[in-house]
């Protein structure tokens, strides 16, 4: 359901590999939402938030070494729009969810509008500038 489509591929063989990663951890969230046969979800969210801080570090560092060898003109306003994603990520507060199986499924909601929304109008509008 949530993949990367073509007009989210920069071109760029790297990024489009490791967005195409991310948009499978939103897939992983989705599906985990989607899951009735696991009632607790705290450890798989807490799985994929790890995974997601983790990845996108990686992949940030990448995009923005490659921002740095194209000498991107705006690479500090692209970084500092991955630190607040990453930021986000981080201020999920995963411990208060044990056993309250509603916020657990409404922080796996708000978590995959989040990654959805952000990562289509990151490439869109903010990635596909690095091949104009």
Do not use: C
Not at 20 to 46: G, P
Not at 93 to 113: G, W
């Amino acid at each position: 359901m949530y993949e990367i489509k073509p007009e989210y591929l920069t071109g760029i063989e790297l990024l489009d590999k490791e967005h195409t990663r991310l948009f499978e951890l939103t897939e992983e969230t989705y599906e985990a939402l989607q899951d009735v046969f696991s009632q607790d979800k705290t450890a798989k969210l807490t799985h994929l938030v790890s995974e997601l801080i983790n990845y996108t570090r990686i992949h940030f560092s990448h995009e923005e070494a490659y921002q740095q060898s194209i000498n991107y003109p705006y690479i500090a306003e692209h970084a500092a729009q991955h630190r607040q994603f990453e930021d986000s990520l981080a201020s999920l507060d995963l411990d208060e969810l044990e056993n309250d199986l509603e916020a657990q499924k409404e922080v796996i909601q708000n978590l995959l509008d989040f990654l959805i929304n952000w990562l289509v109008n990151h490439i869109l509008k903010v990635d596909m500038l690095l091949v104009q």
